[in-house]
């Protein structure tokens, strides 16, 4: 990955983490890694903990961002979450898969939300 589209990468999920806050999503971790893989942003929303994939594109000539979370992207976010769940004791909350697609277009970024994007126990495509 050249350094151009890690900071485009970078510079979308700063994007994206403003947009959910200003929709009352309370952040509670970036970019979280353990040994089964990682996930963008950790959130809350409300009682549910929200686990959101960001896919950045410099434009939509290849489709929509959100398209690129295929369900094999799907298992992993999946594991992660059962991971950081266990990790944090929060096996008991309500948990909901987000997908936030950041566009970006005359030097702004634009986001879109696809809440509840899938179901980690029926994996396929939307």
Request: proline fraction near 2%; include cysteine; charge should be neutral.
């Amino acid at each position: 990955m050249t350094a151009e589209r890690r900071q485009l990468g970078s510079d979308g999920e700063r994007a994206a983490e403003r947009f959910l806050r200003r929709r009352g999503y309370t952040i509670v971790a970036r970019n979280y890694r353990c040994r089964v893989g990682e996930i963008d942003l950790i959130a809350l929303d409300g009682s549910s903990v929200v686990f959101v994939e960001v896919k950045t594109l410099s434009g939509t000539a290849f489709g929509a961002p959100y398209d690129a979370v295929g369900v094999r992207k799907q298992r992993q976010l999946a594991r992660v979450a059962e991971y950081y769940l266990a990790a944090q004791r929060l096996e008991d909350r309500d948990v909901r898969f987000d997908v936030v697609s950041v566009a970006q277009r005359g030097g702004e970024f634009v986001c879109e939300l696809l809440r509840d994007a899938f179901d980690p126990d029926e994996p396929g495509e939307w």
